[in-house]
């Protein structure tokens, strides 16, 4: 059975310049257009269209969700990944929001609340560098999932000093970046080299899967923002460095 346009976006509630856009971008095209000039869809593109709509509540962008859709074998296999991101993404949600009712409950009462558990349900920020090879591994293959192994055990001392390692060698690239230094100058090759051995604490990027990484840093609109709060357009910098380092050194 085949849904016009308009009927398609009263289903899925999004608008009907919405599902325009996406057939002019190459993510959705309909299944046929009509003498009318009606854009249809059938079941493939409906399938498609709750990926689409999916990974957007996810928080990626518009160039990902098209990279990982294109990229995908198995449709049913997909289904199955995005319904584990939602469920994760659901627990996360809840453990902070009983964190935050919590903190309402104490000071309603106008008790104290014991300073750690203001922060149950927080990821380590070091953890997000787990997620960036998760994501890596995903669209580029590789190693990233050795990640967990890596870690496993280690005592809050050892996540500090790599978190601290981290924010460094991001510091030095910023730096790097405000001064005007270009991206395959030596010196930010030698600053990149310092990233890179930061993510190796996690997992071992190759030739081909590192510059996929940088390409994650821009892609993802959540990496992005990341990334960018060590100082604005760092993520950019940041996927050309990593881009010129692969190619020079590994």
């Keep these: 059975m085949a849904y016009s346009i308009v009927q398609v976006a009263r289903m899925a509630k999004v608008t009907s310049r919405t599902l325009r856009h996406y057939d002019e971008i190459g993510l959705l095209t309909p299944a046929y257009v009509g003498g009318n000039g009606y854009r249809y869809y059938e079941r493939e593109q409906l399938l498609r269209l709750q990926q689409i709509r999916v990974l957007r509540e996810l928080g990626l962008g518009l160039d990902t969700i098209g990279d990982i859709l294109d990229r995908q074998a198995d449709q049913l296999a997909a289904l199955r990944l995005h319904h584990e991101w939602l469920l994760a993404e659901r627990d996360r949600f809840d453990r902070?929001?009983?964190?935050?009712?919590h903190t309402i409950?104490?000071?309603e009462g106008g008790k104290d609340m014991n300073a750690e558990n203001l922060y149950r349900g927080f990821a380590r920020d070091s953890e997000q560098a787990e997620r960036y090879a998760e994501e890596a591994e995903r669209r580029?293959?590789?190693t990233a999932r050795?990640?967990?192994e890596r870690v496993k055990g280690w005592s809050e001392e050892k996540w500090q000093a790599v978190q601290q390692e981290g924010a460094e060698a991001s510091a030095r690239l910023a730096e790097l970046m405000r001064d005007?230094?270009?991206a395959d100058d030596p010196r930010a090759i030698e600053a990149t080299?310092?990233?890179?051995?930061?993510?190796c604490h996690f997992w071992t990027p190759d030739r081909e899967s590192y510059p996929g990484l940088g390409r994650l840093y821009v892609d993802d609109e959540r990496f992005t923002a990341g990334i960018d709060e060590t100082a604005p357009g760092l993520a950019a910098y940041l996927n050309e460095a990593i881009a010129a380092y692969a190619r020079q050194r590994l």
């Design 180 to 182: 005007g230094v270009p």
């Design 105 to 107: 409950e104490k000071l």
């Design 193 to 199: 080299d310092a990233h890179y051995r930061w993510i």
């Design 96 to 101: 902070l929001a009983t964190t935050v009712r």
């Design 146 to 148: 050795e990640s967990h």
């Design 140 to 142: 580029w293959g590789g």
